[in-house]
């Protein structure tokens, strides 16, 4: 079972910043790649940051400059460091993973955590 814990989202006031943190129950060595979505009321789900195994990052224009992805291997953790943050970044942000598993392209969504940024 592939479990990811997602924890850091809080309320902060516009220009501020925030460090997520997303825990994995496995190596995350064996996800091919991972990031960070979030999902705003009413929108859709969108890509802010991707991780891939080989350490390969992008972003969302929206975020570049002001969001990096990071990961400590050794915990099994990936980061996301939020600077400046815009109340239009307010949303729920979610980790995600994918790994082949036999012969399956397989992913793995955490619960979600929520970042409010008020104005």
């Known amino acids: 079972q592939v479990q990811l814990v997602e924890s850091g989202g809080g309320l902060v006031q516009a220009g501020g910043s925030l460090r997520l943190s997303c825990a994995a129950s496995i190596n995350i060595f064996s996800f091919n790649a991972m990031g960070w979505y979030r999902q705003a009321p009413g929108k859709q789900r969108e890509s802010v940051a991707t991780?891939?195994?080989?350490?390969?990052?992008n972003y969302t224009e929206s975020v570049k400059g002001r969001v990096t992805i990071s990961r400590d291997n050794a915990k099994n953790t990936v980061y996301l460091q939020m600077n400046s943050l815009k109340p239009e970044d307010t949303a729920v942000y979610y980790c995600?993973?994918?790994?082949?598993?036999?012969?399956?392209?397989?992913?793995?969504w955490g619960q979600g955590t929520q970042v409010t940024v008020s104005s």
């Open positions: 991780i891939t195994r080989a350490g390969s990052t």
């Open positions: 995600k993973s994918e790994r082949w598993w036999t012969e399956e392209l397989r992913t793995y």
